[in-house]
């Protein structure tokens, strides 16, 4: 059974910083693009950010540019995301995401491109 199970969530003053993480398990997701994405209350889950299964390439909402980061560790089947310069408008639930065809990193932006997705992990930002 495929899992995707998000942690490092919290509640932070603006200004401040988390990194989230996601491990994967029940099957290696070391060729597969993985994504971010966030669902603020009364609003519709967004794309943050995505990374290539290699990390070659990576893809920001423009939101969020300059100030997350994602990366992947494919031997700990893991994909991190740094977030800082943190806003109250980024409060949200956090979803980790990962597409199911390896190696093709197909689009990265909607809801659509994933066949797999976390719970989420609350982020909290107060201004």
């Known amino acids: 059974q495929v899992q995707l199970v998000e942690s490092g969530g919290g509640w932070v003053q603006a200004g401040g910083s988390l990194s989230l993480s996601c491990v994967a398990s029940g099957r290696a997701f070391s060729s597969n693009a993985m994504g971010w994405f966030r669902q603020a209350p009364g609003k519709e889950r967004e794309f943050v950010t995505a990374?290539?299964?290699?990390?070659?390439?990576?893809y920001y909402a423009d939101f969020v540019k300059d100030r997350f980061t994602i990366a992947r560790d494919n031997a700990k089947n893991t994909v991190y995301l740094q977030m800082n310069s943190l806003k109250p408008e980024d409060t949200a639930v956090y979803y980790c995401?990962?597409?199911?065809?390896?190696?093709?990193?197909?689009?990265?932006?909607?809801?659509?491109?994933?066949?797999?997705w976390g719970q989420g992990t609350q982020v909290t930002v107060s201004s």
């Open positions: 995401a990962a597409q199911r065809t390896p190696y093709i990193t197909r689009a990265v932006r909607r809801v659509a491109d994933y066949d797999y």
């Open positions: 990374i290539t299964w290699n990390g070659a390439s990576t």
